[in-house]
């Protein structure tokens, strides 16, 4: 059904939103700014820049201009915009999960950054597959975007050549990259490993093992971290060491631990490469009436939402997500204006948060 509706003196044709036909026979067919810019009553170029530039034109126009392209349902073309321009007002986001919990952190920061600009985000799931990766970044560099950001920074050589040719920003995230394709903020890993660890020490700990699933790059990198510390403890051993490709889970947490134990009976802690891992281990020594810490250290890494909210709490490395999502758009508009950071790489660094689970000295929160 089509509704007439008469704008600045001029009638004209508008549709529910979500309408597709007129009838049994009209196919829909996209609203063109000309059309917004008669029904406004402006000209082409003054409703051009009303959407686009509306600091150069009067409230009163963008009020008619706004008022019709609500009234015609008419959206900008993002690839003729890109042709006429150069780039689009798309920032491309490529994660390897949308369903796990730390990136949805990022993806949070990053649509808090862009909330109130031109900027519209653009995702792509890579599923931890590099050959994903690779044609999501042929389909983002198609459209000229703003903007890219890329989780982690082991991207194959394919994929790097993609984004060295971009010619838009480039911000890789959760790491920090000692030749970053263009910008890159996170922080080391390998000192978060480390820092869980020695926490464990600290706290007289002594057969530590480490559980980890999925084990990408990050959790390779964690994996270091703890054995650079346990060797300079002269405690390192092969046997206390966990791993699988298999994605993380709470569930899978509980059974790594199961099998773990018994390998290693005499094992007294465990550092998890995430608080997935960590918990589904803390309720499998509950299952089994091991005392969390006095008999049992169980160390987690990100300080999901959740971990300070279980008993006994879960101690953790906490990582800025939301803070590197935000920051990474924040780098990409700073760039586009001609405003680069003074170090390509920016450390945003973590935090220990010692809690209940590991509390064998003294009291932890």
């Given at each position: 059904m089509v509704a007439y509706v008469i704008v600045n003196g001029t009638t004209v044709a508008g549709r529910r939103s979500g309408d597709c036909m007129t009838d049994s026979t009209s196919v829909y067919r996209?609203?063109?700014?000309?059309?917004?810019?008669?029904?406004?009553?402006?000209?082409?170029?003054?409703?051009?820049?009303?959407?686009?530039?509306?600091?150069?034109?009067?409230?009163?126009?963008?009020?008619?201009?706004?008022?019709?392209?609500?009234?015609?349902?008419?959206?900008?073309?993002?690839?003729?915009?890109?042709?006429?321009?150069?780039?689009?007002?798309?920032?491309?986001?490529?994660?390897?999960?949308?369903?796990?919990?730390?990136?949805?952190?990022?993806?949070?920061?990053?649509?808090?950054?862009?909330?109130?600009?031109?900027?519209?985000?653009?995702?792509?799931?890579?599923?931890?597959?590099?050959?994903?990766?690779?044609?999501?970044?042929?389909?983002?560099?198609?459209?000229?975007?703003?903007?890219?950001?890329?989780?982690?920074?082991?991207?194959?050589?394919?994929?790097?050549?993609?984004?060295?040719?971009?010619?838009?920003?480039?911000?890789?995230?959760?790491?920090?990259?000692?030749?970053p394709i263009d910008m890159s903020i996170g922080f080391d890993h390998t000192e978060g490993g480390r820092a869980a660890t020695q926490h464990l020490l600290d706290q007289g700990y002594r057969r530590i093992g480490f559980l980890g699933a999925r084990m990408d790059s990050r959790a390779q990198r964690r994996l270091d971290g703890y054995r650079q510390v346990l060797t300079n403890a002269g405690l390192d051993d092969a046997r206390l060491v966990m791993t699988t490709p298999q994605p993380s889970s709470v569930l899978l947490g509980g059974q790594m631990l199961a099998e773990f134990l018994s390998r290693v009976p005499d094992a007294d802690a465990v550092f998890c490469n995430n608080d997935d891992i960590a918990m589904g281990a803390l309720f499998e020594c509950q299952r089994r009436g091991i005392s969390v810490p006095g008999q049992f250290g169980i160390m987690g890494f990100n300080d999901l939402e959740y971990a300070d909210s279980i008993a006994p709490s879960l101690s953790t490395i906490r990582t800025p997500r939301y803070e590197m999502g935000r920051r990474a758009v924040e780098m990409i508009a700073a760039a586009n204006a001609g405003q680069r950071p003074e170090t390509a790489t920016v450390d945003l660094g973590f935090e220990l948060k010692a809690r209940q689970s590991t509390a064998r000295r003294g009291s932890r929160r």
């Open positions: 996209a609203v063109t700014l000309k059309e917004v810019a008669a029904a406004a009553g402006v000209s082409l170029i003054t409703a051009s820049r009303s959407l686009r530039t509306p600091e150069v034109v009067s409230v009163k126009t963008r009020q008619r201009v706004a008022a019709a392209v609500n009234l015609l349902g008419y959206t900008p073309n993002q690839a003729a915009r890109a042709l006429a321009s150069s780039k689009s007002s798309i920032i491309g986001i490529i994660v390897p999960s949308v369903t796990n919990l730390v990136f949805t952190d990022v993806l949070r920061g990053v649509y808090d950054a862009i909330e109130g600009t031109d900027l519209q985000v653009q995702l792509g799931n890579s599923r931890y597959t590099p050959h994903k990766e690779e044609r999501l970044l042929r389909v983002f560099a198609a459209q000229r975007p703003a903007g890219l950001i890329v989780a982690g920074k082991d991207q194959n050589p394919a994929a790097r050549a993609i984004l060295v040719q971009l010619g838009c920003p480039v911000v890789q995230v959760m790491d920090l990259a000692d030749d």
